[in-house]
């Protein structure tokens, strides 16, 4: 029992929770508002989108690689789907804007996997490249105008709430959106996926060592395109539910976001060279950067001051794991360079 | 031989490009006639040119010792912004004023790349990650510095360095020059360019071989940083305006001039001449579709859409070139 209490504590799950807990309560301390359910539930659906790209964040880190495509992806499936659904004249459920997106998602993320596996070349570069390409396709060949006749399913569950609470400043209400349960019901599925089967595990393997995980029988390859496609998915689910939320299709919606939520992941544990990684660390790091992001108004520190904030926990996130791998290397060889 | 070199250069790469910019200019000139082999075309590329071309020389130093700088673009609109404001007060004595903005934009470059240089040599973080974070810092207090604006108005002397040609070359070519032979003699005639190309190419081997790789890298990235604050004064200089978000979408295109310049994007190889001759080659490409596609929708997104397929084309065909000749080494030693 006190072995894994022990193992609790040292985990960096916990060490970011206590991040979590302590900058709540300074926020708090400044300005009660934070704990209200109103600004909560705000928060939650901000994080939302961030949270279901983030879960495709980690796959790909795991498995040692980069994405910075992800939000190419989740714009572009998002926008041509809505272009289809709109040349269709489609305006009935708001699932089958997911499912038309989803595929074209999986579709793009199959390129990605393409130029990974085959040609094993850094897969920053790789989708550095993709994410320019599917940009500049949809824009060039779509158009850049943002579409806000969206089908009357999605404009429903725009609006949907699953709890309504009065604001807590000012008139008004805010609500739980359940888009959120679509993120509850992703997370736990990565989970099992990444916990309870073999191509979960296949996944650490080669982010740990990909020529040993070869060695031992793993097919890199394989699980490279299947884990692309599903990072490709993902990002699509990402998009249309950020299209819902805010009610258009825009082709440009997340770009930019990528890094952030890459630095996110990261902060939740992940590292950066493969192989470790978990769902709850990679939510619990969206939920901290998130609060850092969107809780300085809140303490009375103008929003230009945001980027500087994020930019700090970064680096502390950043350079604190590595300073504490560098001395534990130190230690181990004895006071030998390393 | 020597001179033989010059005519057919022995690298195939740099052949091929060498190709592809004599293609574009012949198919461009022929095509738009007038407009294309004009002087006013070619000062206006030469322009252009001159700031990406500089984050380009940053930015590959950065990749041949095996990293990146993602944060380039934003250590030169911090570098230009900070300018901005210490040339704010100095209103009225331009040279001075001039002057002062250029050597506080060269510190804030030596700064900057000592950060990033500290976090990714002696921290040891990824070199990706740390350049991501300072990428967020740096661009985070330019704005805070700006207000989140772009700044305007400077002294007449320091718009004279954007504006001013010599020989009908832009001071800011001219500035780009040498900025390319300085990274030339680095990279090719001093033993810290010796020691980057030994880190890039295998770290284990350069540290036991008692290279310091931590000083090494630090070295690097304050280079690679005050390159990118000399491209934050050229902007500034040509555009009357430092804006903190000013080139967010270079990084990409470095990266790409970088790779298509021949360098390895593991590290430890890469030629100034072949990452010159992509710089050449992909302005021209980029004038050239501009000039072709004018009518046919908005040719930036056309340009980032051929930059990506481009880019992958490039690694694809590295990586191919790349197995066939580990494929014949095996074969030799078999054989």
């Given at each position: 029992?006190?072995?894994?209490?022990?193992?609790l504590?040292?985990?960096?799950?916990?060490?970011?929770?206590?991040?979590i807990?302590?900058?709540s309560?300074?926020?708090?301390?400044?300005?009660?508002?934070?704990?209200?359910?109103?600004?909560?539930?705000?928060?939650?659906?901000?994080?939302?989108?961030?949270?279901?790209?983030?879960?495709?964040?980690?796959?790909?880190?795991?498995?040692?690689?980069?994405?910075?495509?992800?939000?190419?992806?989740?714009?572009?499936a998002?926008?041509?789907?809505?272009?289809?659904?709109l040349?269709?004249q489609?305006?009935?459920?708001?699932?089958?804007?997911?499912?038309?997106?989803?595929?074209?998602?999986?579709?793009?993320?199959?390129l990605?996997?393409?130029?990974?596996?085959?040609?094993?070349?850094?897969?920053?570069?790789?989708?550095?490249?993709?994410?320019?390409?599917?940009?500049?396709?949809?824009l060039?060949?779509?158009?850049?105008?943002?579409?806000?006749?969206?089908?009357?399913?999605?404009?429903?569950?725009?609006q949907?709430?699953?709890?309504?609470?009065?604001?807590?400043?000012?008139?008004?209400?805010?609500?739980?959106?359940?888009?959120?349960?679509?993120?509850?019901?992703?997370?736990v599925?990565?989970?099992?996926?990444?916990?309870h089967?073999?191509?979960?595990?296949?996944?650490?393997?080669?982010?740990?060592?990909?020529v040993?995980?070869?060695r031992a029988?793993?097919?890199?390859?394989?699980v490279?395109?299947?884990?692309?496609?599903?990072?490709?998915?993902?990002?699509?689910?990402?998009?249309?539910?950020?299209?819902?939320?805010?009610?258009?299709?825009?082709?440009v919606?997340?770009?930019?976001g990528?890094?952030?939520i890459?630095?996110?992941?990261?902060?939740?544990?992940?590292?950066?060279?493969?192989?470790?990684?978990?769902?709850?660390?990679?939510?619990?790091?969206?939920?901290l950067?998130?609060?850092?992001?969107?809780?300085?108004?809140?303490?009375?520190?103008?929003?230009?001051?945001q980027?500087v904030?994020?930019?700090?926990?970064l680096?502390?996130?950043?350079?604190?794991?590595?300073?504490?791998?560098?001395?534990?290397?130190r230690?181990?060889?004895?006071?030998?360079a390393? | 031989?020597?001179?033989?070199?010059?005519?057919?250069p022995?690298?195939?790469?740099?052949r091929?490009?060498?190709?592809?910019?004599?293609?574009?200019?012949?198919?461009?000139?022929?095509?738009?006639q007038?407009?294309?082999?004009?002087?006013?075309?070619f000062?206006?590329?030469?322009?252009?040119?001159?700031?990406?071309?500089i984050?380009t020389?940053?930015?590959m130093?950065?990749?041949?010792?095996?990293?990146?700088?993602?944060?380039?673009?934003?250590?030169?609109?911090?570098?230009a912004?900070?300018a901005?404001l210490?040339?704010?007060?100095?209103?009225?004595?331009?040279?001075?004023?001039?002057?002062?903005?250029?050597?506080v934009?060269?510190?804030?470059?030596?700064?900057?790349?000592?950060?990033?240089?500290?976090?990714?040599?002696?921290?040891?973080?990824?070199?990706?990650?740390?350049?991501?974070?300072?990428?967020?810092?740096?661009?985070?207090?330019?704005?805070?510095l700006?207000?989140?604006v772009?700044?305007y108005?400077?002294?007449?002397?320091?718009?004279?360095?954007?504006?001013?040609a010599?020989?009908?070359v832009?001071?800011p070519?001219?500035?780009?020059?040498?900025?390319?032979?300085?990274?030339?003699?680095?990279?090719?005639?001093?033993?810290?360019?010796?020691?980057?190309?030994?880190?890039?190419?295998?770290?284990k081997?350069?540290?036991?071989?008692?290279?310091?790789?931590?000083?090494?890298?630090?070295?690097?990235?304050?280079?690679?940083?005050?390159?990118?604050?000399?491209?934050?004064?050229?902007?500034?200089?040509?555009?009357?305006?430092?804006?903190?978000?000013?080139?967010?979408?270079?990084?990409l295109?470095?990266?790409?001039?970088?790779?298509?310049?021949?360098?390895?994007?593991?590290g430890?190889?890469?030629?100034?001449?072949g990452?010159?001759?992509?710089?050449?080659?992909?302005?021209?490409?980029?004038?050239?579709?501009?000039?072709?596609?004018?009518?046919?929708g908005?040719?930036?997104f056309?340009?980032d859409?051929?930059?990506?397929?481009?880019?992958?084309?490039?690694?694809?065909?590295?990586?191919?070139?790349?197995?066939?000749?580990?494929?014949?080494?095996?074969?030799?030693?078999?054989?």
């Amino acid at each position: 029992m006190t072995t894994t209490l022990k193992r609790l504590v040292r985990s960096n799950e916990f060490t970011i929770l206590v991040a979590i807990i302590v900058v709540s309560i300074v926020i708090t301390a400044i300005n009660p508002v934070f704990l209200s359910l109103g600004n909560i539930f705000d928060l939650l659906r901000l994080l939302t989108v961030t949270g279901i790209l983030a879960l495709g964040v980690l796959l790909v880190l795991i498995s040692g690689g980069v994405d910075v495509s992800f939000p190419a992806i989740a714009n572009v499936a998002t926008f041509a789907a809505a272009t289809m659904l709109l040349a269709a004249q489609f305006d009935g459920s708001g699932i089958v804007f997911y499912l038309v997106a989803t595929p074209i998602g999986i579709a793009l993320g199959l390129l990605n996997g393409f130029f990974v596996a085959r040609f094993r070349v850094p897969t920053l570069i790789v989708t550095l490249g993709t994410s320019s390409l599917f940009y500049g396709g949809a824009l060039f060949f779509l158009g850049g105008q943002s579409i806000f006749s969206l089908p009357r399913g999605t404009v429903e569950f725009s609006q949907a709430g699953l709890i309504t609470v009065p604001n807590a400043t000012g008139p008004g209400t805010t609500s739980l959106h359940p888009a959120v349960l679509i993120l509850a019901v992703l997370a736990v599925l990565v989970w099992l996926l990444l916990s309870h089967t073999t191509i979960g595990r296949q996944i650490y393997a080669i982010g740990g060592n990909a020529v040993v995980a070869e060695r031992a029988g793993v097919r890199v390859h394989r699980v490279q395109y299947f884990l692309y496609a599903t990072v490709g998915g993902l990002a699509a689910i990402g998009g249309v539910t950020y299209a819902t939320l805010y009610r258009n299709a825009n082709p440009v919606g997340l770009q930019g976001g990528e890094l952030a939520i890459i630095a996110a992941v990261v902060l939740g544990g992940a590292l950066i060279t493969g192989g470790r990684g978990t769902v709850v660390g990679s939510l619990l790091g969206v939920l901290l950067l998130g609060i850092v992001q969107n809780s300085l108004v809140l303490v009375g520190l103008p929003a230009t001051w945001q980027q500087v904030a994020v930019g700090v926990v970064l680096i502390i996130g950043t350079g604190v794991p590595a300073l504490r791998a560098l001395r534990q290397r130190r230690a181990s060889n004895g006071g030998a360079a390393s | 031989m020597k001179f033989l070199s010059i005519i057919w250069p022995a690298d195939r790469h740099i052949r091929l490009l060498i190709g592809v910019v004599l293609g574009v200019v012949v198919l461009l000139s022929a095509l738009k006639q007038g407009t294309f082999l004009s002087s006013r075309n070619f000062t206006s590329m030469a322009l252009q040119v001159s700031d990406l071309g500089i984050l380009t020389l940053a930015m590959m130093i950065a990749m041949i010792i095996g990293g990146i700088d993602l944060s380039v673009s934003a250590v030169a609109n911090l570098s230009a912004i900070t300018a901005a404001l210490a040339m704010a007060p100095l209103a009225g004595q331009g040279t001075l004023a001039t002057v002062v903005g250029i050597v506080v934009a060269l510190l804030v470059g030596v700064i900057c790349g000592v950060v990033n240089g500290v976090l990714i040599g002696y921290l040891g973080v990824p070199a990706i990650l740390a350049t991501l974070a300072t990428l967020t810092l740096f661009g985070g207090i330019a704005t805070v510095l700006s207000g989140g604006v772009s700044l305007y108005g400077f002294p007449d002397e320091l718009s004279a360095i954007g504006s001013a040609a010599v020989a009908y070359v832009p001071v800011p070519t001219i500035i780009l020059i040498v900025a390319i032979l300085a990274v030339w003699v680095l990279l090719n005639r001093t033993p810290l360019g010796t020691t980057m190309y030994l880190l890039g190419a295998n770290p284990k081997a350069s540290l036991f071989s008692g290279v310091r790789n931590g000083r090494v890298t630090l070295l690097t990235h304050v280079i690679c940083s005050v390159l990118a604050s000399i491209a934050g004064i050229v902007v500034m200089a040509r555009t009357d305006a430092a804006n903190p978000n000013y080139g967010s979408s270079y990084v990409l295109v470095t990266i790409l001039i970088v790779v298509l310049g021949g360098v390895a994007v593991t590290g430890g190889s890469g030629r100034v001449s072949g990452v010159v001759l992509a710089l050449i080659a992909l302005q021209m490409l980029s004038t050239g579709l501009n000039m072709l596609l004018v009518g046919l929708g908005d040719s930036n997104f056309f340009r980032d859409f051929a930059w990506g397929a481009l880019l992958l084309i490039v690694i694809a065909s590295q990586a191919i070139s790349r197995r066939t000749a580990s494929r014949r080494a095996t074969r030799k030693v078999t054989a």
